[in-house]
């Protein structure tokens, strides 16, 4: 049974992650709302397909024009989203069943339930609340807490050992995590936003090292009440530059860090640690290189999808390298 657990949890793992770079493609093509009710679209649990069918809908929600191809994209989302919930609730199953085994977790397991339902909860408010900019930042950490909790699952059982000796810097990769996460949900609030490209220019934004303009105060209203519409966003110019800007300096914060962090372990004699320092690196590489190239190309679809995918990927890695650490003994 206990096998069957794992292949369960790389088999939600890789959901989840498809799942991820589904709903930044869903958003950022601004299908958020493509289906105006929750959890079927426009009434039903499948797009209306018949004209019969349509004219019922769109009468159903008049404010709301039905577009097919946003509405399936959607909906899609939705599907892979319920699927992934499913294996996660197959996982905490076969965790509670085979709870008496000792290579067997059970805490982590029913929490990742608990946070997957709760998703599924943010996942309909998202809808509900018209993209409030807090939810649907929520949300986007909502899927990559999944992710990397299943991911943790996955590396606990790769390596089963007890906690040896902690070494040297495991405090600073922690940090290194936490700096990623703030960065992740500051690229989540500069996307829910629409400030990606508030700041059109490279290195500077609008031309000066420090925007004048910039509004720090409006930019980050975390609640502005319910009935909003937050399709395209609400804001005005000086408060998405602020968001931006302040994504720019989290991203350099970021980069030296984990970079700092890549390089000190990629030198590492162990090769645990020095792979996991190159995985860090190769992400890391391939996320700046994505956020230089959405600014420098005008926010192009792919690359805006794959900066989401790739952000992902980087806090896998540095999760990768943070269990290493905790996992591989310190040489005598």
Known sequence: MYNWYVRLCYAACACALVVVVLGAYVRLTDAGLGCPDWPGCYGELILPGGDAERAAAQEAFPDRPLDAGKAWREMIHRYLATTLGFLITLIAVFAWLNRREPDQPVILPLVLFGVVVFQGLLGMWTVTLLLKPLIVMAHLLGGLTTTAMLFWLILESRRREGKPTVPAYSGIALA?????????????????????????????????????????????????????????????????????????????????????????????????????????????????????????????????????????????????????????????
């Open 176 to 332: 290194g995590l936490v700096v990623l996460v703030c960065q992740i949900a500051l690229g989540g609030w500069t996307s829910s936003n629409y400030a990606a490209l508030a700041c059109p220019d490279l290195p500077t934004c609008g031309g000066e090292w420090f925007p004048s303009n910039a509004d720090f105060a409006e930019g980050f209203v975390m609640w502005r009440g319910l009935g909003v519409d937050y399709e395209f966003g609400v804001l005005e110019a000086p408060a998405r530059v602020a968001i931006h800007y302040t994504h720019r300096m989290g991203a350099l914060v970021a980069t030296l860090l984990l970079g700092f962090l890549g390089l000190r372990y990629l030198r590492s004699r162990q090769a645990v640690l020095s792979r996991a320092g190159l995985f860090v690196l190769l992400a890391l590489g391939g996320q700046v290189l994505l956020g230089l190239g959405i600014v420098w190309f005008g926010l192009p679809l792919s690359l805006a999808t794959l900066h989401n995918g790739v952000a992902a990927l980087l806090l896998l890695a540095m999760l990768n390298l943070n269990h290493a650490i905790a996992r591989t003994p310190s040489p005598a």
